[in-house]
């Protein structure tokens, strides 16, 4: 039958009639109090206390302090205001139900009595009695209630004559002071809770680790502020995978970026974000696979007419509006590898390390325009400009400007590469360092092509082998999705070079 049913012997009520339809009279229905074991101690034995008082009251073999089912209901009739009293006023009449229960062991309680302890409660506390002293009495008073019913009547006189005196005006219902320390202790761990959360929220890897302080974006992510933050998660999200319960879009971001920014080791940053090494590991690889399929396109290489629109006035006063590309090449040490032989092939005599070459090209406003491949080992700048694909993006009459301070044969391969482009159209190449009217533009041309692994510091870091082998079914290896993630990332900040040139 549905509805609710009280569960006291020899009761009936209940909310609704045999046929299911709900009855008029407004009755309420209430749980068994539970046992709070985890609020402290006081709460915890006060709870238990009244979980054992109500199944006393009601005595029924069925219901048991550990055994009571979920449907078992008490309903307001049991209770002299109609409902229960919050489980800590103890005194209350109802804390524990005492009416109409179906049997004699458990009479209904005085009502008069509470009433009257809670006036002398409040005009005890009017006259700077401690509540202490005022328990002591209700203790003795009770005592003396169990031995002499007369004496407690003729105290009970007493305590009226004195109430009478005191304040004839004293609403029976109004909040004692116990109660109102305890709402004003309550509002104060709520206040404190809030403060508290709000505190973790700041130091959890999460959105608000970073919003409203693009300082802090800057030092961790390289970005220049949180809204490009967001720019970047917002292509990202609908790639990114959502298997993982463990991390947050934002979290798998934050921490690639963490990782290629500070370069900082899995196990610290597993403590940070308080999961395992493991899931580190895998959350950066995925992350960055999804990363260089959306962030790839903004390694672009420019059109002619965008270059002289945006051409700054120091290139145009040397060289015109002709200069497409500055090219250099750099390198970054990888871990030395068991197997001897390929070890062999990943050796650099120049740097006397275990290397990987890339050449790097950037249009004299700053933005990188072209990456290529990583080389293996002892190859020649030379042989890595005629081969990475560099030359056939240029158009006849393009300048290319190389700097000689840190590659000796960048700027032979493109010379080279003009010899063998026949007649006029093929394109100039210009070393820096040999003309003195330019040699103003090397600072910036360095800032340039020290400007990626300036920012992402992982590429001036040892990375491990497993980085530099062959993605699963792909020609690239993983260190070339990094180099061109950190690339596109660098272009999604301000540039370093000077304000372009006015257009008249």
Not at 92 to 108: F, N, R, Y
Not at 395 to 404: C, E, K, T, W, Y
Not at 467 to 483: H, Y
Request: charged residues 25%.
């Amino acid at each position: 039958m549905p509805g609710k049913h009280c569960c006291v012997n020899n009761c009936s009520s209940s909310s609704h009639d045999h046929r299911g339809n709900r009855r008029n009279h407004v009755l309420q229905y209430f749980r068994f109090p539970t046992w709070k074991k985890h609020e402290g101690p006081h709460v915890s034995d006060v709870t238990r206390r009244r979980r054992v008082s109500w199944v006393a009251a009601i005595r029924r073999k069925d219901i048991t302090f550990d055994r009571i089912s979920e449907s078992m209901r008490v309903c307001s009739l049991h209770f002299h205001s109609g409902k229960p009293a919050y489980e800590m006023f103890e005194c209350d009449p109802d804390w524990a139900p005492s009416l109409h229960l179906g049997h004699t062991e458990v009479k209904p309680t005085d009502t008069g009595r509470f009433n009257r302890r809670t006036k002398r409660q409040q005009a005890l506390t009017r006259n700077n009695v401690a509540p202490a002293q005022l328990d002591l009495a209700d203790q003795r008073s009770g005592m003396v209630m169990a031995e002499s019913p007369d004496d407690t009547s003729q105290i009970d006189n007493a305590s009226q004559m004195h109430e009478a005196g005191t304040n004839d005006n004293t609403i029976e219902q109004q909040e004692c002071s116990f109660c109102s320390c305890r709402c004003a202790e309550i509002n104060r761990l709520l206040d404190e809770n809030r403060k508290l959360k709000e505190e973790l929220c700041q130091k959890k890897m999460e959105e608000h680790f970073l919003k409203e302080d693009n300082v802090k974006v800057t030092y961790y992510t390289g970005l220049p502020c949180f809204a490009v933050l967001m720019g970047v998660l917002t292509q990202l999200l609908p790639y990114l995978p959502q298997t993982s319960r463990k991390l947050s879009p934002f979290q798998m971001l934050l921490l690639t970026l963490m990782r290629l920014r500070l370069n900082l080791p899995v196990q610290h940053i597993a403590y940070l974000f308080s999961v395992d090494c493991k899931t580190v590991s895998a959350t950066f690889r995925e992350t960055i696979d999804v990363m260089f399929k959306c962030l790839n396109p903004l390694v672009d290489w420019p059109e002619r007419h965008c270059l002289q629109a945006t051409m700054p006035l120091e290139f145009v006063e040397a060289f015109g509006n002709r200069v497409t590309v500055i090219a250099d090449c750099f390198e970054i040490n990888i871990g030395r590898e068991s197997n001897l032989e390929v070890g062999a092939q990943t050796f650099s005599h120049d740097t006397n390390k275990h290397t990987l070459k890339y050449l790097i090209g950037i249009t004299p406003r700053g933005a990188i325009s072209f990456v290529s491949q990583g080389w293996v080992g002892p190859v020649s700048d030379e042989h890595v400009t005629e081969n990475s694909g560099l030359l056939n993006k240029l158009l006849p009459g393009d300048f290319v400007l190389a700097d000689r301070g840190d590659t000796k044969d960048c700027l032979d391969g493109l010379k080279s590469a003009e010899v063998r482009a026949r007649g006029p159209t093929g394109f100039d190449a210009k070393d820096v360092e040999e003309t003195r009217q330019i040699a103003h533009l090397r600072v910036h041309i360095k800032r340039l092509i020290g400007c990626v692994r300036t920012k992402y510091i992982i590429l001036n870091a040892m990375v491990p082998v497993s980085m530099v082998l062959p993605c699963q079914g792909e020609v690239m290896t993983f260190l070339d999705k990094i180099v061109t993630v950190c690339c596109a990332l660098t272009n999604m900040c301000p540039s370093i070079v000077m304000k372009p040139q006015t257009i008249a």
